[in-house]
């Protein structure tokens, strides 16, 4: 089974721009969660979808959004981007058979400059 | 609140045994996690506990105490390639799959 895939890799975007990553799970899965990684934060919770619907929301402005199609890849997009935007975005799916782990994508660098 | 805390850095010696700890305080709880990243590369799953007690899995071994609201990995016969950030996550108490992450330990193996 290939793993999830993000694309693209490496990104660089400057302020005020939008930016839209990808996301295709592990096949089967129906969960898809995405993360936002820095250093000086660490790992935090963006939001997570599952069948198309939005289940659980994280701490971050209305200027990160997500959606999941019918075939359960997902796109998360961050309009007028800012300096602190800058980070390692990062994918995760889930199934109900796989419920205790979460399976990481490779991520997506995003640099805002 | 919620609040994952764990050790900023550690360092051990190849061969070796180390423990990282982590203590938690979230709303609900269903279950823990920990993964281990390379540097640059996406975190991979190591160990998940949901009863108090000790999980063991080869080399590495998760233990839990629910009351407590503590967690340690355990890393036995220490490699190199054991460098790398270990991170401690919580599963709240709903139904999503969301995990609520500390901020890592980064593992430092020496010779």
Same mark, same amino acid.
């Given at each position: 089974?290939?793993?999830?895939?993000?694309?693209?890799?490496?990104?660089?975007? $400057?302020?005020?721009?939008?930016? $839209?990553?990808?996301?295709?799970?592990?096949?089967?899965?129906?969960?898809?969660?995405?993360?936002?990684?820095?250093?000086?934060?660490?790992?935090?919770?963006?939001?997570?979808?599952?069948?198309?619907?939005?289940?659980?929301?994280?701490?971050?402005?209305?200027?990160?959004?997500?959606?999941?199609?019918?075939?359960?890849?997902?796109?998360?997009?961050?309009? $007028?981007?800012?300096?602190?935007?800058?980070?390692?975005?990062?994918?995760?799916?889930?199934?109900?058979?796989?419920?205790?782990?979460?399976?990481?994508?490779?991520? $997506?660098?995003?640099?805002?400059? | 609140?919620?609040?994952?805390?764990?050790?900023?850095?550690?360092?051990?010696?190849?061969?070796?045994?180390?423990?990282?700890?982590?203590?938690?305080?979230?709303?609900?709880?269903? #279950?823990?996690?920990?993964?281990?990243?390379?540097?640059?590369?996406?975190?991979?799953?190591?160990?998940?506990?949901?009863?108090?007690? %000790?999980?063991?899995?080869?080399?590495? !071994?998760?233990?839990? !105490?629910?009351?407590?609201?503590?967690?340690? %990995?355990?890393?036995?016969?220490?490699?190199? *390639?054991? !460098? &790398?950030?270990?991170?401690? &996550?919580?599963?709240?108490?709903?139904?999503?799959? *969301?995990?609520?992450? #500390?901020?890592?330990?980064?593992? %430092?193996?020496?010779?």
């Amino acid at each position: 089974k290939a793993g999830v895939t993000q694309t693209p890799r490496y990104l660089i975007k $400057t302020r005020g721009q939008q930016v $839209t990553l990808s996301c295709s799970p592990i096949s089967g899965h129906r969960s898809v969660s995405w993360y936002q990684q820095t250093p000086g934060q660490g790992l935090q919770f963006l939001f997570e979808y599952f069948s198309e619907t939005q289940r659980n929301k994280g701490n971050f402005p209305g200027r990160f959004s997500g959606r999941q199609f019918s075939n359960s890849r997902s796109e998360m997009n961050v309009s $007028t981007l800012e300096l602190g935007d800058s980070a390692l975005y990062l994918c995760a799916s889930s199934s109900a058979d796989s419920y205790n782990e979460q399976f990481f994508g490779p991520g $997506t660098r995003l640099t805002v400059l | 609140g919620q609040n994952i805390d764990q050790p900023t850095e550690m360092t051990a010696t190849e061969g070796a045994i180390v423990q990282i700890n982590c203590t938690y305080q979230t709303s609900g709880f269903n #279950g823990l996690f920990w993964y281990q990243q390379h540097a640059g590369e996406a975190p991979t799953f190591l160990s998940y506990n949901v009863l108090d007690g %000790l999980e063991e899995k080869g080399r590495f !071994s998760s233990f839990l !105490s629910r009351s407590k609201g503590y967690s340690y %990995l355990l890393l036995k016969e220490l490699q190199m *390639k054991d !460098s &790398a950030s270990y991170l401690c &996550a919580v599963r709240g108490g709903d139904s999503s799959y *969301k995990l609520i992450f #500390g901020s890592g330990t980064r593992l %430092l193996v020496r010779p």
